[in-house]
């Protein structure tokens, strides 16, 4: 399925796989939403897309953790390009840490941008979907939402929820409703995700451990959602799971 004329809302689209992803679907002729806290990356990154691509962005600053945010960015969508045809849920936060050390703070921030993330995401754009009977949900879980690592007790338990969410929402949505949701789910990318680590333990151990192997690129990331965006409607792909050739685990 052509993704030309579409239109893509994707947050956290400020850096990394968000970057990645809007420079990709942009490319392949969709119109994107560009959504995140940091206006100035958004229209930087806004300018790259219209100038290198031709396409069409526009910024649409939000915090996901707020739901009015995000019904502010579905409501600016429709104005603008009278659909919404794709979400893709990117935003994330990845501050590992021992429970032992307590950081109940940094739990506390990846429950809200995780998965309330995620759900008023979802939320959000769900009526337009709908109603149109069309769409394509891309949640952003992680290999950590199969497979509990040290350092990661909380931040795999919001992925595997994002990943149990995204099925749940297949279940309901695709056969009733023609949309279809995918759950992308990435081993280590070399992105800034791990600069939100403050736990001097995970640091010294597990980081350097990654250090020493080549990373997926975010670039990869979003082929692999382009890749499930771009389906025949008869075909959801539920999951893509996809490691770099070195990790093990």
Known sequence: ??????????????????????MKLAKEGANVVLTARSED????????????????????PADVTKKEDL???AEKTREEFGSIDGLVNN?????LSYVKNL?????????DVNIKGVLNGVAAVLPTMMEQKSGNIINIS????????PGGAVYCATKSAVRMFSEGL??????????????????????????TITDEEIKEGLLSNFKEMTPLEAEDIAEAIFYSMSQPKRANINDVYIMPTEQQQ
């Open 91 to 95: 935003a994330g936060l990845m501050p």
């Open 170 to 195: 297949r279940q309901e949505l695709a056969p009733n409703f023609n949309i279809n949701v995918t759950s992308i789910e990435p081993g280590f990318v070399d992105t800034a995700l791990t600069d």
């Open 41 to 60: 990356e958004l229209n930087k990154l806004q300018s790259k897309i219209e100038k290198e691509n031709g396409g069409k962005a526009i910024v649409v």
């Open 142 to 149: 992680s290999s950590a939402g199969r497979k509990m690592y």
């Open 103 to 111: 950081h109940t703070d940094e739990w506390d921030k990846m429950v």
């Open 1 to 22: 399925m052509s993704l030309k004329g579409k239109t893509v809302i994707i947050t956290g689209a400020s850096s990394g796989i968000g970057e990645a992803t809007a």
């Open 71 to 73: 019904k502010k960015v």
